[in-house]
Nanobody, 126 residues
């Protein structure tokens, strides 16, 4: 089992940047593919980005391609989401999630992730 704690959220003006971090407990962080999801008020949770266990494979939602970058540091048990050129529509609670399946693939469906953090709020003012 793994516990996830997100940090780095906050209030930023449109066009600005934030870097989210997700720290994982346990010794097997490198065994998990990781994902970032977000949920805006009144909307369903949506996929943002995912990264494979090794970090070689990444996937992004079309809405964030070219602006967001997911990365991981297995030595620090941490996954990051660098968010640039933020827009008002990026506002929401951001969650990291861990997928323990032994595959090199990454998944965009939240239902395939077993562990979730509590979330960190990102608010982009226009």
């Amino acid at each position: 089992q793994v516990q996830l704690v997100e940090s780095g959220g906050g209030l930023v003006q449109a066009g600005g940047s934030l870097r989210l971090s997700c720290a994982a407990s346990g010794r097997t962080f490198s065994s998990y593919a990781m994902g970032w999801f977000r949920q805006a008020p009144g909307k369903e949770r949506e996929f943002v980005a995912a990264i494979s266990r090794s970090g070689r494979v990444t996937s992004y939602a079309d809405a964030v391609k070219g602006r967001f970058t997911i990365s991981r540091d297995n030595a620090k048990n941490t996954v990051y989401l660098q968010m640039n050129s933020l827009k008002a529509e990026d506002t929401g609670a951001y969650y990291c999630a861990a997928d323990p399946k032994p595959t090199t693939a990454v998944f965009t469906s939240g239902s395939l992730y077993d562990y979730w953090g509590q979330g960190t709020q990102v608010t982009v003012s226009s």
